[in-house]
């Protein structure tokens, strides 16, 4: 096996299919939601643990720090004896290329229904998307609704628009892909839905 990205949005799948192929002892797991620079650290500690066998380090994130990608650079282009390194993301956009550069490219996507979306998008009233965003404050409170929800809310919203017959221009696609950016840098859900869907709103029926 080489060191690889594998772009996945089924973890405990690859998990099990990783311990079938090629057994639990040899595998170490780095499980985390945002990869820091002291994750980094350990999985850089564990590689120079040798090993007689190979030994597989398998991180996966939901976000990577910019600076804990550059420290492992080195050492995944020049790993340790038997050591290979596997990295699992949703989207190979959240690393950086110059470790994407040093690793074989696999996608293992599963299909996955859209987010469902309690909006009529056709008769969009005020009222209505202020029950939508109350509700989605809501669920951010109880640790329900996170920002990778966020991100796939807003793109699933916009999706829809366009499904329902509604016309951006290319300024307002770009607006609602700064959104989606704002969303990862860990944004309220009632700023970014409140402007998204007010947009959507002054538009009128489509």
């Known amino acids: 096996m080489y060191s690889k990205i594998v772009v996945t949005n089924d973890f405990e799948t690859l998990k099990t299919q990783l311990e079938n192929e090629y057994g639990v002892k040899n595998l170490r797991f780095f499980i985390c939601d945002d990869f820091l620079i002291e994750n980094a650290r350990e999985v850089i500690n564990e590689a120079y643990i040798a090993e007689i066998n190979e030994k597989i380090l398998v991180i996966t994130a939901k976000s990577f720090r910019t600076e804990a990608q550059n420290s492992l650079l080195k050492i995944i282009e020049e790993p340790p004896r038997n050591v290979k390194f596997l990295i699992s993301v949703n989207s190979k956009t959240f690393l950086l290329p110059p470790v994407r550069s040093r690793t074989m490219l696999e996608t293992r996507l599963a299909t996955k229904e859209r987010m469902s979306v309690n909006l009529d998008l056709r008769n969009l009233s005020l009222r209505e998307i202020s029950n939508f965003i109350d509700e989605c404050i809501k669920n951010e409170s109880a640790d329900n609704f996170g920002k990778n929800e ?49 947009t959507i709103f002054e538009k009128g029926r489509p």
């Open 150 to 198: 966020l991100k796939e809310l807003i793109g699933v919203i916009v999706l829809r628009a366009c499904d329902a017959g509604y016309k951006f221009s290319s300024s307002e696609l770009e607006y609602f892909y700064n959104l989606v950016s704002l969303a990862d840098l860990n944004s309220k859900s009632h700023s970014l839905l409140t402007p998204l869907l007010l």
